[in-house]
C-alpha cells in the first residue's frame, strides 16, 4: 500500500510565504512524478507545479513566485510559495505517479493525498 501526505498549510498574510511538504511512503518501486495541483471553494482542481525526471512545470498564475523541488531520496516534494495573493487560497493537493509490485507484476498508478488548506487574507 502507498500512502501519499501533505503539511505545511495554513493561514497568511497577502506577499507572504508557505511551503508545502508532501511524503510518500509504502511499498514504492519507484516514484516516476510527483506534483502539486489545488482547487479553490466551488472551482475545478487546476495543476500548480509538477516535476517528472529532472524537468518542473508551473502554471502560469504562480511561475517566478512557488518553486517545487523533490528528495528523491525521501520520496518527498516541497512547494515553495512567495508572494502570496488572496486568489491562491485553495485546498492543495498532492499528486504522486508511483510504480509498486503487485500480484499481477508492475503497476504504475495516481496517488494522492488527503489536501491541506491554503488561505490568503488580511
Known amino acids: 500500500q502507498v500512502q501519499v501526505v501533505e503539511s505545511g498549510g495554513g493561514l497568511v498574510q497577502p506577499g507572504g510565504s508557505l511551503r508545502l511538504s508532501c511524503a510518500a511512503s509504502?511499498?514504492?518501486?519507484?516514484?516516476?512524478?510527483m506534483g502539486w495541483y489545488r482547487q479553490p471553494l466551488g472551482k475545478q482542481r487546476e495543476l500548480v507545479a509538477s516535476?517528472?525526471?529532472?524537468?518542473?512545470n508551473y502554471a502560469d498564475s504562480v511561475k517566478d513566485r512557488f518553486t517545487i523541488s523533490r528528495d528523491n531520496a525521501k520520496n518527498t516534494v516541497y512547494l515553495q510559495m512567495n508572494s502570496l495573493k488572496p486568489e491562491d487560497t485553495a485546498v492543495y493537493y498532492c499528486?504522486?505517479?508511483?510504480?509498486?509490485?503487485?500480484?499481477?507484476?508492475?503497476?504504475?498508478?495516481?496517488?494522492w493525498g488527503q489536501g491541506t488548506q491554503v488561505t490568503v487574507s488580511s
Open positions: 516535476s517528472r525526471g529532472g524537468n518542473t
Open positions: 509504502g511499498s514504492i518501486l519507484s516514484v516516476r512524478a
Open positions: 499528486s504522486a505517479n508511483i510504480m509498486t509490485l503487485t500480484r499481477r507484476g508492475m503497476s504504475t498508478d495516481d496517488y
